[in-house]
């Protein structure tokens, strides 16, 4: 319950100020005027300390004492002189009650100190007895024993009446011990006695026979006392009593302020006015209730007497606010997940974790190295020794394997050359190893091999000639004869199949040779292969009757106009009639009329220099090129007209060329050059064809002027735009028919 009161006082407290919870360092301390400020005290209650007599504020009474004060007593008007003051409802001037007139000043009684401007105040009692409300039976009446001292006496302030001690005129006992000035009301300045005919200590008002109580008194039945927070100076005057100074009233944590008439307690940073007293304010349950955070975020409150700390749990430290937060980022210390081995440090809210690259494991927030031999034996399958290595493993390749590092797999010693095979041998590979083996021809255990003679054994089994060769042999046939396919057996060879045997004329073979022969009219020449022509018009005129002429392996008979040969080729005899071999006419005959015969010759021909035959007349050697545009072609008799490369004789006249277009000139277009269409507007294309630029595609017309007619479901440029005739549907889209 006492903890419920102290929060809801602190809550109502944090309320009335409308300021948020503030850090230990920024909470302002809590005043309080003391309660009793508003009661009377007794003069015999100088030497107690009143604070235990204090009733417990209540939450709404402290925060109402905040502002609860004593005013200090009033200055005196500038008009009368000294210190002396104007009395209540008149312009008399005369001393406060408790004080005396020593010429125009005012000053207290024996046993009074001057406190302020007008209040006296009972000098301190030095006795060794605590006050109380009974004296020590040891002395007579209420006197009491000084300090350090056996003797009785009075407190001061007070007066000897006998074995008694009472107040002096002006005053009226407070208590047991105390005297307290009555309150002064008339226009007579108080006295250090008063006259015996009023009761108790009041004392006649100045003339006037009215007894009353001094100013700064008040009444208490016959006798005049000091009001509450004041006690007795000299015989009528009260004085202040600095409650402060008894030891600390206000208690622990608190500051006392002393105030006239009163005193008032202030809370240390940290604390709130309570039952019995400044109690510790818990800023962290009422951070609780109100909502308002001592600490922020992740920071956990702890209180303690009065302020708080605020801790951050682990991955965090503080802020130089001290009440948030701020997470460590563990991945700015270089020494986490080992990041120079190409592991990643990622910070997260109070922590961090490791990515770790392969051949690491997280473990405990580090990045560990996997020993890959360990945890997957077989890594290496078997055909290499595993090493770990930091972050990775290797594998050292037994003897026949090699690897990347990471894997074995069988060396290939034949391809690689890393092999002992001899250089006549072959290598072949095999798992994990190689062997070698002689070529055919050779003998050894491959990694060594010689040549083996197979000539020196039956010739080789050649049919004419063996030659050893390293590692092989070779049969080789005498001249005239060639190998057969299966390298042993020799076979004649026809030489006269080759290019007739360079014979000239006739090419005989023979076993292993050939001979050449010529024909009627030649003789074979000394190197054997060259035919000589007989001139056979050296021997008898070759028999001819008139002229003889040789030729390539005969000769021909002539005959002299107007005589003929006779079908003999050789006798000359004279002809009269065409009849005969057409009068020796090779073309036309004809008789003249006297009788001799008269030969001629067709068109394209004319009449040779033996008048019999005729000679081809050549039409293209004249100027007149034949009559031909471009090339006249002479053949015998005739001749005809041709065209060079891209031309071609026209049809309606053979003389004339005209140009060849491979691709033919459409839409009205002229050929006007090999292969060059003089073509109209709007066909640039080959063969003056339309060109369309996209080409048309999906079977579009390429149209004139760069036009593409589209079949249907295809529009625009080059017939690329699909056309559906019903907008496709849920995201779909139109490709075409």
Not at 103 to 108: A, F, I, K, P, V
Not at 385 to 396: A, D, F, I, Q
């Amino acid at each position: 319950m006492p903890l419920l009161r102290t929060l809801l006082s602190a809550l109502l407290l944090v309320l009335s100020v409308s300021e948020p919870l503030n850090s230990p360092e920024e909470n302002e301390n809590e005043v309080f005027k003391h309660p009793e400020a508003e009661h009377t005290k007794s003069q015999n209650q100088v030497m107690e300390n009143v604070i235990g007599n204090l009733s417990e504020p209540t939450p709404s009474t402290a925060l109402e004492s905040l502002t609860t004060t004593v005013p200090p007593s009033t200055s005196l008007p500038p008009q009368c002189p000294g210190n002396q003051v104007k009395l209540e409802n008149s312009s008399v001037c005369s001393c406060p009650s408790g004080m005396v007139k020593d010429g125009d000043n005012c000053s207290c009684p024996g046993g009074f100190t001057l406190e302020g401007a007008a209040w006296c105040k009972a000098a301190p009692l030095t006795t060794t007895v605590p006050p109380s409300t009974s004296l020590p039976p040891q002395c007579p009446g209420n006197q009491v024993k000084l300090e350090n001292s056996s003797v009785c006496s009075c407190p001061s302030g007070m007066v000897k009446d006998g074995d008694n001690c009472s107040c002096p005129g002006g005053f009226t006992l407070e208590g047991a011990l105390g005297c307290k000035a009555a309150r002064l009301t008339t226009t007579v300045p108080p006295s250090t006695s008063l006259p015996p005919q009023c009761p108790g200590n009041q004392v006649k008002l100045k003339n006037s026979s009215v007894c009353s109580c001094p100013s700064g008194m008040v009444k208490d039945g016959d006798n005049c006392s000091c009001p509450g927070g004041f006690t007795l100076e000299g015989a009528a005057g009260c004085k202040d009593v600095d409650e402060c100074e008894a030891g600390g009233p206000c208690g622990l944590h608190a500051d006392c302020a002393n105030t006239p008439g009163s005193y008032s307690c202030s809370c240390l940073r940290g604390y709130l006015m309570g039952a019995g007293g400044c109690k510790d304010i818990d800023e962290c349950a009422l951070a609780a209730v109100t909502g308002l955070q001592a600490c922020h975020g992740d920071a956990e409150c702890r209180n303690t007497p009065g302020t708080f700390t605020c801790s951050c749990p682990a991955g965090y430290v503080m802020a130089l606010n001290g009440r948030s937060c701020v997470d460590v980022d563990e991945c700015s210390f270089e020494d986490q997940c080992r990041r120079e081995l190409g592991n990643e440090c990622v910070n997260i809210p109070g922590s961090f974790t490791c990515r770790c690259r392969p051949g690491f494991r997280a473990e405990a927030r580090a990045c560990v190295d996997m020993d890959e031999c360990s945890e997957s034996p077989a890594v290496c399958d078997g055909q290499g020794v595993c090493e770990n290595t930091l972050g990775s493993y290797k594998c050292v390749c037994r003897p026949g394997y090699r690897g990347n590092g990471t894997h074995c797999a069988d060396k290939n010693e034949c391809a690689s050359g890393d092999h002992g095979c001899d250089i006549n041998a072959s290598c072949g590979n095999i798992i994990g190893s190689y062997f070698c083996q002689c070529y055919q021809g050779f003998n050894g255990d491959g990694h060594s091999c010689f040549d083996i003679d197979e000539c020196a054994l039956n010739n080789g089994h050649c049919q004419h000639n063996c030659s050893n060769q390293p590692g092989s042999f070779s049969c080789r046939c005498a001249s005239g004869y060639q190998l057969l396919q299966d390298g042993l057996t020799c076979t004649d060879v026809d030489e006269c199949l080759a290019v007739n045997g360079t014979c000239d004329h006739i090419c005989m073979n023979t076993q292993g040779s050939f001979q050449c022969s010529c024909r009627a009219g030649y003789q074979l020449h000394i190197d054997s292969h060259t035919c000589v022509d007989i001139d056979e018009c050296k021997l008898q005129r070759g028999g001819c009757s008139q002229t003889c002429t040789n030729s390539p392996g005969g000769h021909i008979c002539h005959c002299p106009a107007p005589l003929l040969l006779h079908s003999d080729n050789h006798t000359c005899i004279n002809v009269t009639s065409c009849k005969l071999r057409n009068g020796g006419c090779e073309h036309v005959c004809s008789v003249r009329a006297e009788g001799q015969i008269r030969c001629s010759c067709t068109a394209g021909w004319k009449l040779g220099d033996d008048q019999r035959s005729c000679v081809d007349v050549n039409e293209c050697g004249d100027f007149t090129n034949g009559g031909c545009e471009q090339l006249c072609v002479n053949h015998p008799g005739a001749f005809h007209c041709s065209c060079r490369g891209g031309y071609e004789v026209q049809t309606d006249d053979r003389t004339k060329c005209k140009p060849v277009c491979n691709t033919q000139c459409q839409n009205y277009g002229v050929c006007v050059a090999p292969n060059s269409c003089d073509c109209p507007p709007g066909y640039p294309g080959l063969g003056c064809s339309a060109s369309c630029s996209p080409p048309c595609a999906h079977g579009g017309t390429c149209m004139r002027w760069n036009k593409c007619l589209c079949p249907p479901g295809w529009k625009g440029a080059g017939c690329h735009t699909a056309v559906c005739e019903l907008p496709c549907a849920n995201g779909g889209r139109c490709v075409g028919a």
